[in-house]
């Protein structure tokens, strides 16, 4: 059975590593390994239309770590369609923005856990493609799902470890990505409209 990083952590001295503060990392692991609740985060975002398919969305609140915290600064994403798609392409589809999503929130977890077991990396670079069928969301198709049919994510990583442990830490931070489980398992959605 493979240890998590806090095990791993004990293994190792704690030292800054690929830019990730490690000191801290395992600070904030054995912090919420004592107080369970700290754990509880809820992020937010905003967004606003502006026209036709383009709309800015603002991220700079978030609640965890039993307090309320605001950014160092505030996010604005704009997010359109292409013109093959009537938009006027002033911004990343929303679609993209999930790709994006996935690709960061994998990375991040490749620095964090090669950092805590030890690993220097010196590059990491994915591509993520994402399939469609663009007849659900245009209603020609009851049998075409809205969303993406599959996802492909292909790494490059490189470092100080032999290719099967930097294959290990991968598939290490596919296992505790946030991301990677509400794509895959799913994630209860609820839409509440006021009507202005």
């Not at 399939?131 to 659900?136: A, I, N, P, S």
């Not at 292909?154 to 290990?168: H, N, S, T, V």
């Amino acid at each position: 059975m493979s240890r998590t990083i806090e095990q791993r952590a004990e293994t190792r001295t704690a030292a800054p590593l690929n830019g990730v503060d490690t000191p801290t990392l395992f600070a904030t692991i054995d912090a919420v390994r004592a107080q369970p609740e700290l754990a509880r985060f809820t992020w937010r975002a905003s967004n606003r239309w502006l026209e036709g398919t383009h709309s800015r969305s603002r991220a700079e609140t978030f609640s965890g770590a039993g307090g309320d915290h605001a950014h160092a600064t505030t996010f604005h994403f704009d997010g359109d369609h292409p013109a093959v798609l009537v938009g006027k392409d002033q911004g990343p589809t929303p679609v993209e923005f999930l790709l994006y999503g996935l690709a960061a929130c994998l990375t991040a977890g490749i620095a964090n856990i090669a950092a805590a077991r030890g690993v220097t990396l010196t590059a990491v670079e994915s591509t993520v493609e994402g399939e469609m069928d663009l007849r659900g969301i245009l209603g020609l198709s009851d049998e075409v799902r809205n969303g993406y049919q599959g996802i492909t994510v292909r790494f490059r990583i490189a470092g100080d470890a032999p290719p099967e442990k930097l294959r290990a830490i991968v598939e290490q931070s596919r296992s505790r990505s946030a991301v990677f489980d509400v794509l895959t398992k799913g994630t209860p959605v609820e839409i509440l409209v006021e009507a202005a």
